[in-house]
């Protein structure tokens, strides 16, 4: 079955810390794999493709297929990150299949 | 680029009403776009597929007749929530993408209240 799971509702860290949000996936064909981030009262923003191997707002992302993960990281957390974090598989039939997302906050 | 508006963004209106929401790309032909619905604090749920042309394709529980689809131009998608209830009351997101192997690109949302 073709699942996306995010074990953390809730991530707290202080500002600076380093951040790691799961995402664990399951799907039998090649992966295509997504972070989304939507900041309070804002629309669901791409962040991350795993395919373009870039670093965004200080994120990266490396994809596992051997522990098939796809977990976001950041070395110093900011302020400005408290948002909230999906992770998407793109199902090989067009669709999305989205986790049930993190809530990340930063303290300051 | 890549933008995608959605109206309106709120609407609320009595039960047995019928309430249309538009999604358009406004930079890019978008041949595919997605209806999710979110409740509070919980993730997306896809609700529909609508291909330019062609009828959407609901996912499973999805109501065809009360989740009306139309997608009739590359840059334009509607759903029309057909005598709404109190129960359907939940914020609406579209989405859209140019092709299967690109992201797609989200509304704002349209938060529904049926009193």
């Known amino acids: 079955a073709q699942r996306v799971t995010q074990p953390e509702k809730l991530l707290s860290v202080f500002k600076g810390a380093p951040v790691e949000l799961k995402c664990n996936y399951s799907?039998?064909?090649?992966?295509?794999l997504f972070w989304y981030v939507q900041y309070s009262r804002q629309r669901l923003q791409l962040l991350l493709r795993?395919?373009s191997r870039e670093s965004i707002k200080g994120f990266t992302a490396d994809l596992n297929k051997g522990e098939t993960s796809f977990h976001l990281k950041k070395p110093f957390a900011q302020e400005e990150d408290s948002a909230m974090y999906y992770c998407?598989?793109?199902?090989?039939?067009?669709?999305?299949?989205f986790g049930t997302g993190t809530r990340l906050k930063v303290l300051a | 680029g890549a933008v995608v508006s959605q109206h309106p963004s709120w609407v609320i209106c009595k039960s047995g009403t019928s309430v249309k929401i538009e999604c358009r790309s406004l930079?890019?032909?978008?041949?595919?776009m997605f209806w999710y619905r979110q409740f509070p604090k919980q993730s997306l749920m896809l609700m529909a597929t609508?291909?330019?042309?062609?009828?959407?394709?609901?996912e499973q529980g999805v109501e065809k007749d009360k989740f009306l689809i139309n997608h009739a131009s590359l840059t334009l998608s509607t759903l029309t929530v057909t005598s709404a209830h109190p129960e359907d009351s939940s914020f609406y997101i579209c989405?859209?993408?140019?092709?299967?192997?690109?992201?797609?690109?989200f509304g704002d949302g349209t938060r529904l209240s049926i009193l």
């Open positions: 989405s859209a993408r140019t092709a299967s192997n690109q992201p797609q690109h």
């Open positions: 799907y039998s064909g090649s992966p295509e």
């Open positions: 795993h395919i």
């Open positions: 998407a598989l793109n199902s090989g039939t067009y669709k999305y299949i």
């Open positions: 930079d890019f032909q978008a041949t595919t």
């Open positions: 609508s291909n330019e042309g062609s009828k959407a394709t609901y």
